[in-house]
Nanobody, 118 residues
Framework: VQLVESGGGLVQTGGSLRLSCAASGFTFSSYAMSWYRQAPGKERERVARISSAAGITNYPDSVKGRFTISRDNAKNTVYLQMNSLNPEDPAVYYC????????????WGQGTQVTVSS
């Protein structure tokens, strides 16, 4: 199983980035996919989730309206479009794949750094 994130980098406040997560080694379409982030000294938090079948999305208030998660099951890839980035957004962003039972089917990528300059 592999989850490989890409697309992180340095962007100015108000700018945009698109993260990608390429999955392999499991049945991608059967898994809910999420993006999490973790800033130094803070707990890891989920910033977007998309369900496996219906593609239902969920976001916390902190990113709602600015971040958009999408998936391409044909390419085994999940994306995170991040717009209007601000100084609260810098973190390492992680891709996650999960399905029931979670104790057995819970996979993480290595993370990609997002930095926002003022």
């Amino acid at each position: 199983v592999q989850l490989v994130e890409s697309g992180g980098g340095l962007v100015q406040t108000g700018g945009s980035l698109r993260l990608s997560c390429a999955a392999s080694g499991f049945t991608f379409s059967s898994y809910a996919m999420s993006w999490y982030r973790q800033a130094p000294g803070k707990e890891r938090e989920r910033v977007a989730r998309i369900s496996s079948a219906a593609g239902i999305t969920n976001y916390p208030d902190s990113v709602k309206g600015r971040f958009t998660i999408s998936r391409d099951n044909a390419k085994n890839t999940v994306y995170l479009q991040m717009n209007s980035l601000n100084p609260e957004d810098p973190a390492v962003y992680y891709c996650n794949a999960r399905r029931a039972p979670v104790y057995e089917y819970d996979y993480w990528g290595q993370g990609t750094q997002v930095t926002v300059s003022s």
